[in-house]
T-cell receptor
């Protein structure tokens, strides 16, 4: 799996958009970008994933650059409950179901009131 | 629908003792994974079951760790004998075969070896 680079920490004001960047310059053509988060003392939680097109779901949006070397996770209206460690993970996607997740250090997002 | 459950939530044992962690995946999920986070480190993969078969056990640290998934339902992870460096949080996750391959994680078992 390709290695990812994320800033160690970020702050965001409650109600504002949180934009979390991730670099994955060695991503291969058949690897997906996945985002998970871990709220303190809980298990990691899936957020969203994508291959090359931008994706949106009820939790967040994922913007992947055209060259696929980086991506941004967007939480459109951050709340205090979004305070967590966010992990950007590159891995084989649905075509090879059942593969490990390789967690890095992630980004500690702190949403401030 | 019930999520992934793990038992116990906490376990405190002495070095040299044996501990068995249990994971109940989401019903119908063929894939079951074990991960752990030891103090100050990243979450690391331990192994992956597809039904009752070990698909990938390359992350198991040594032969003191034994994972089983008899019948392809729940799984157990036994540590025998436990060492101080085994302390950490052990997570279990499950996913459906195919689909978007989202892994659903349990709340974890916090293991403390004294």
């Amino acid at each position: 799996d390709a290695k990812t680079t994320q800033p160690p920490s970020m702050d965001c004001a409650e109600g504002r958009a949180a934009n979390l960047p991730c670099n994955h310059s060695t991503i291969s053509g058949n690897e997906y970008v996945y985002w998970y988060r871990q709220i303190h003392s809980q298990g990691p939680q899936y957020i969203i994933h994508g291959l090359k097109n931008n994706e949106t779901n009820e939790m967040a949006s994922l913007i992947i650059t055209e060259d696929r070397k980086s991506s941004t996770l967007i939480l459109p209206h951050a709340t205090l409950r979004d305070t967590a460690v966010y992990y950007c993970i590159v891995r084989m996607g649905v075509e090879t179901s059942g593969s490990r997740l390789t967690f890095g250090e992630g980004t500690q997002l702190t949403v401030n009131p | 629908e019930a999520g992934v459950t793990q038992f116990p939530s906490h376990s405190v044992i002495e070095k040299g003792q044996t501990v068995t962690l249990r994971c109940d995946p989401i019903s119908g999920h063929d894939n079951l994974y074990w991960y752990r986070r030891v103090m100050g480190k990243e979450i690391k993969f331990l192994l992956h079951f597809v039904k009752e078969s070990k698909q990938d056990e390359s992350g198991m640290p040594n032969n003191r760790f034994l994972a089983e998934r008899t019948g392809g339902t729940y799984s157990t992870l036994k540590v025998q004998p436990a060492e101080l460096e085994d302390s950490g949080v052990y997570f279990c996750a499950s996913s459906q075969w195919g689909g978007r391959n989202e892994q659903f994680f349990g709340p974890g078992t916090r293991l403390t070896v004294l």
